[in-house]
């Protein structure tokens, strides 16, 4: 995180400038917004899945000092033609291989800024809604909500539903979303034994890592559940066999899907 805060500094970004994070789904979404949020600055968080013309409006609403995002996603075209560095102010590839770009690569290993904290009731993060019924909307987070209000009451010790020490916990989880905040604090704070970040939920792959290191907390979507039901009926099951707890998050799962697991 001190090294990326730097990257970012040396980009131009910040305090109180607005930088987004337009990426992949992976946990480094959060370690960029950590990074941002360490020197002062407002990450914007935008998830991968949005397109293109979903995510224009939401940069021509922030005005962002610098949006971080993958060749992937900054070589795509809206239906305009128009790329989404045309929206910040300077843009940083996260793999490099973008021209007109700052290559993260190119950043890294240099001064550590000091620490810049947000007030209490200023604004330290963005994420968006959905976009079900249109374009997302933007979402705002002050300390004091997040940290203060939002992850407190999960960083307590309350038996049986927070992490035990000897817990190995896996997350499914959209990284940009600010459950992945209030969940990371809660790690960080009673610190279980191992912790399994998932970005896929193919059973192929989930299987293998699952029946190596025997998850005792799963926290996923309900599409996540239903994508593992057939991993949970293979071998009796044998990949969720250390299972003490299934955590649901955001949407409402259907009783079939439940009843699997």
Known sequence: VRNTAGALHAAGVRPGDRFAVYKENHFDCLLLAAAGIRIGAVPVMLSGLLSPDAVRPLLQRVEPKLLASTQRLLEAKGNDGSLLSSFSERTLCLDGGVSNTIALADLLGGADPAPAPRGDDELMMLT????????????????????????????????????????????????????????????????????????????????????????????????????????AQENQGDAFSSVRMFVGNFDAMRWPTIRTF
Not at 140 to 149: C, E, N, R, V
Not at 203 to 218: A, D, K, N, S, Y
Request: net charge positive; charged share 15%; with cysteine.
């Open 128 to 231: 968006h809604t959905s976009g079900t019924t249109g374009i997302p909307k933007l979402i705002m987070y002050t300390p004091a909500q997040l940290q203060g209000q939002m992850a407190r009451l999960e960083c307590r010790h309350l038996p049986p539903i927070t992490f035990r020490r000897k817990d190995t916990v896996a997350m499914f989880l959209p990284y940009v979303h600010a459950r992945a905040f209030t969940w990371i604090y809660s790690v960080l704070t009673l610190s279980p034994a191992k912790t399994l970040l998932m970005s896929q939920n193919d059973p192929e792959v989930v299987g293998p890592l699952f029946r190596q290191h025997h998850p005792t907390v799963i926290e996923a979507l309900p599409i996540d559940f239903l994508e593992m039901a057939k991993l």
